[in-house]
């Protein structure tokens, strides 16, 4: 193949780079962002909601939410109807931002279903405008919108939504890429507007999905360390420490709970299903169908890896200063995060209780699809400049593989997920009330032998009669006999605090089978059991008002430059520069 000529070639890269610039003004790339999110949502807006057992759970969660919404409280931290009545503190332990918004669009849309499917929306373009903020930190437009066209239909985040339904963790995935983007900016520029950004979407990461805020507050770290100009050292670390500072406190009301009440929590004791264990989730540590996880796991590994074959150029493409920077970060990021995905990172994981907690290695993918999406769109123009020289075998292995990364993630992760569409889905959510709840939200002291037992109160030898049965407040009336003790069909945890007729307090322990047992005197005596938050969740509330205060004084002082990005001199001259002035 003979090479073209100097002046032919500078005509082709012109048209390649026009391909991937073509809409670099105004609100195109915005608008054009917002239809990629969309699209990857099309078959669940045909189709139906995406199912699978943790349809149950989420929607479970919703209903409760709901419930407190339409009446105009606050969630309760006890969800009554789980466990066939008998409770769980699925909400103490639960980020609860994803519920807020699916109870929100429920209240706004009069259905379930329509506010399943707008919720699913949302989140959708939400990844892809965060996976463009990112990436415009430090690429042109165009390659920006490839980014996140990338990461949308990353086979790892198409499968998130559509096959394992964690719809927790898609929500905290649109969330991650806007805290990578705000730690960058903090560290380049620092203004109040960004320390106020990177705080709002670490506390909304927060108050999404811990196993993804786990994973992201390891990764920001590295990254952060990496974008850190030693100049401004101090002075940036400050900053960055205010901003999770800020973002802690916004969302204190949850994870202080979690920190303060972990030992009560039954998820490590109950569950004795050792495929939620680390060590048996590992990237490539088996390719046995025994362990389905990992098998799955395996096979999206190596088409995330085909989708971000361009890639493979880092070092070779032609980048202006500020684009190199960017790319070498992001590029350290996808290596890491690759890396946590193997028994590479084994001694990393045997070494942190903290990280064990997220369970699954695999769920490092979700950082190391988006790092590999800004990556590999970072260097589509490169390879598509090849495609017209000799190196054009080699560009069109990489095409081709890209290709197979995308047709495996929509022919498998898409095609063949279960749908539930409106008749089937709203039938599902009627029976979540009465379904099964899962033995790890259940407080420590539960056993599934005590839902054996129909009978709301027993007191050996004395005929109870209840005079109320609320979520929070068991009411009841024991005649006079023997002191014993009453076992009440609820599980037990230590703000149920009861009560008798003259108000003075009756002990309450948990029984063998982790029920409640009130000890109730030999007299007639009414007994009033009721659930009460500790001070510290009044205290934790006010905190968090305080901290969104904080975070909202910042964003007036930072103004709107806070949430655009920024257009630097090297930016803008790139922008209209003609594409032979940017090789």
Known sequence: ???????????????????????DRGWKPILLVVAIGLLAIIPALIFGSPSNQDLTHHFRLALHFYDSMRTGGLPAGWLASAASGYGDVTPRFYPPALYYLLAGSRLALGNWYNGALFTYAIISIVSALGTYVWAREFLPRGESVCAAALYTFAPYHLNQFYQAFLLAEFAGAAILP???????????????????????????????????????????????????????????????????????????????????????????????????????????????????????????????????LPALACGRARLTDNERRGVRGTLVLFLFGLIMTSYLSWPVWRLSQTLQSVQFPWRWLAVASLA????????????????????????????????????????????EAEYLPRTAFEERLQAIPSAASYDMWWPIWARSTAMEVTEQVQVPGRQVKVTSWQPLERDFTVPAGAPSDARVALFYYPYWVATATQGQPLPVRPAPDGTVLISVPAEATTVMLKFREPPRVRVTRVVGVIGWIAIAALCLIGRRKAFLPEETEETERMNQAKPAERQ
């Open 178 to 308: 806007f805290t990578f983007a705000f730690v960058h900016r903090v560290c380049k520029r620092g203004r109040m507007g960004d320390v106020a950004g990177l705080a709002i979407s670490y506390a909304l990461l927060v108050l999404t999905h811990l196993p993804l805020t786990v994973i992201g507050s390891i990764a920001l770290t590295v990254y952060a360390l990496w974008c850190l100009d030693k100049k401004k050292l101090w002075p940036t670390l400050w900053k960055l420490a205010a901003a999770v500072g800020l973002g802690l406190a916004a969302s204190a009301s949850f994870w202080t709970t979690l920190v303060a009440e972990l030992s009560w929590f039954g998820g490590k004791v109950t569950s004795s299903d050792h495929s939620t264990e680390y060590g048996y989730n590992f990237v490539f540590s088996t390719v046995s169908t025994d362990n389905l996880n990992v098998w799955w796991m395996n096979i999206l590994t190596l088409a995330t890896l085909a989708l971000f």
């Open 1 to 23: 193949m003979t090479e073209r000529s100097p002046a032919g070639l500078e005509e082709t890269n012109a048209k390649t780079k026009l391909m991937i610039n073509i809409l």
């Open 372 to 415: 590999g999406a800004v990556l590999a769109a970072a260097h589509l123009s490169f390879w598509l400049e090849k495609a017209r020289t000799k190196a054009r075998p080699m560009a069109l292995l990489i095409g081709g593989g890209m290709a197979i990364g995308l047709a495996f993630a929509l022919a498998h992760s898409v095609r």
